[in-house]
């Protein structure tokens, strides 16, 4: 945020050199900056679906556990599993929806939603697992 | 490695009433535990390395992501999405049997 103020206030300093190289470059960075703001890079896409599949074979793992109770120091809360299922099959679909698009874009700025939907459902599933001390 | 841990485990274990300063409820169930806590968490921790290994690549490359990483990334993914399938399906028909 703290950069994005200074290139907006270094354009509007450099408003007359408008028209000029150098002035049309301060604007283009401006507006990249302000992109890179509501816009997200396939590389934190990337860095996000492993993130996710991080939270996807940790939940995997605890759902492989027996139901409890049982005799077994380790087991699987029905009602967590009833939580985590729904979840991660969300977060499946958002992952995909974001690989795809980066996948496609290499070069390009995804929409930040794309990037949103994903990093909050594995938050959501972060927050459960803690919660319920299930770790990986 | 991991089959000399869980090899120790169970000679620990087979040892332990042998033992009659150790044999105590309470370090049994200490070395139970751990006996099943281990290849859970052997295995959490093996399949974890990858994608562990992919952030800290993808953070060094400085937003280099290339064909060949996506592609990893991908068939990587297929193997986890149809490992979780088949738990979810196994842990979702257990709840059912065990409510009827």
Known sequence: ?136 | MEGLISLSLGLITKLLPMIPALSTPLVRDIVNTVAVATPVVISTYKDLKPIVANIIKSLKNSGNITEDDWNALIEAEKLIDEDFDKAAAAALAEDKTAKE
């Open chain 1, 1 to 136: 945020m703290k950069k994005l103020l200074v290139i907006v206030a270094i354009t509007l300093s450099l408003a007359g050199c408008q028209g000029t190289r150098f002035g049309d470059f301060i604007a283009t960075t401006g507006n990249a900056i302000t992109a890179t703001e509501n816009a997200v890079t396939p590389q934190q896409i990337y860095i996000a679906a492993n993130a996710f599949d991080a939270v996807k074979v940790s939940a995997t793992n605890y759902l492989k556990l027996k139901r409890c109770p049982t005799n077994a120091p380790f087991c699987r809360d029905p009602s967590v599993t009833k939580k985590l299922i729904p979840l991660i099959r969300a977060g499946t679909i958002a992952r995909n929806n974001a690989v795809s698009w980066a996948r496609a874009n290499p070069n390009g700025f995804a929409d930040v939603s794309l990037y949103e939907k994903l990093t909050s459902i594995t938050s959501t599933i972060e927050a459960i697992m803690r919660q319920y001390n299930i770790g990986g």
